[in-house]
């Protein structure tokens, strides 16, 4: 065999290592990110596992409590906190804070479609054989074109027809209408027509609370080990 024959065998065989080893390589860096995503999703799915393990107890006391707050609500036997002051317990080691949202927003804003309507009734949302507590109610309308205001005790059958107190408003004036001093025991209906001009907006603000929402909701939210569950149920009121 001639120098130039090994010469040119050796540097065969030199590469032929060079791709064996460049082959090794990828087959182990291929492996080993097999091996790291079949981890991560072992991971991942210990801690769905783990996250499923705790959120039971959360779930269960938070539904309790929630069933517990229904129940004095619609049986009449209390009241659950506002949501301004929310109540909390801690039952089998789950800290569950509870309230309900009985009121609109204060000021209470709206809309109306042409020659649309919207009537709101002025009682104790928390106990309706209690005193509502109102003292004055007011209406602005913000936006459109006009709107009409009713205003009478609950017992009247038809407020539009034979209203206590009543008042055409109009973006060129005038914008708002305020009620007399309420009787703070007396339950009261409210009624706004729009004209027929168009879309027009509206604003409600009463004292010393806002109007009450037509149902109450309760929200509901259990706390356990960094796991948080909540729950919202809509009663009418």
């Not at 030199?14 to 790291?36: C, H, K, P, R, Y």
Request: aromatic share 8%; charged share 10%; with cysteine.
């Amino acid at each position: 065999m001639t120098f130039q024959q090994v010469h040119k065998f050796n540097n065969s065989r030199n590469n032929q290592d060079g791709v064996t080893l460049l082959l090794a390589i990828l087959v182990l860096s291929a492996i080993t990110a097999i091996v790291f995503s079949i981890a991560a999703i072992a991971v991942n799915e210990i801690k769905t596992s783990s996250d499923l393990t705790r959120t039971e107890p959360v779930l269960t006391a938070a539904e309790a409590v929630a069933e517990d707050s229904l129940f004095k609500l619609v049986r009449g036997l209390g009241s659950v906190s506002g949501c301004a002051s929310p109540s909390s317990t801690v039952i089998a080691g789950v800290t569950v804070t509870t309230c309900a949202s009985y009121y609109l927003s204060n000021p209470y804003t709206f809309s109306l479609a042409a020659d649309g309507e919207r009537d709101f009734y002025l009682y104790n949302p928390t106990d309706q054989a209690q005193s509502p507590g109102y003292t004055q109610v007011s209406v602005q309308i913000t936006s459109g074109s006009t709107g009409t205001i009713y205003f009478c005790t609950s017992n009247v059958a038809d407020c539009i027809a034979t209203p206590e107190a009543t008042q055409a408003l109009s973006t060129a004036g005038p914008t708002t209408w305020t009620s007399s001093p309420l009787t703070t025991t007396q339950q009261y209906q409210l009624m706004v027509v729009n004209g027929s001009g168009g879309s027009s907006s509206y604003s409600v603000n009463s004292s010393p609370t806002g109007l009450p929402a037509g149902t109450t909701t309760i929200q509901d939210s259990g706390s356990k080990q960094g796991v948080t569950r909540k729950l919202e149920i809509t009663v009418p009121q």
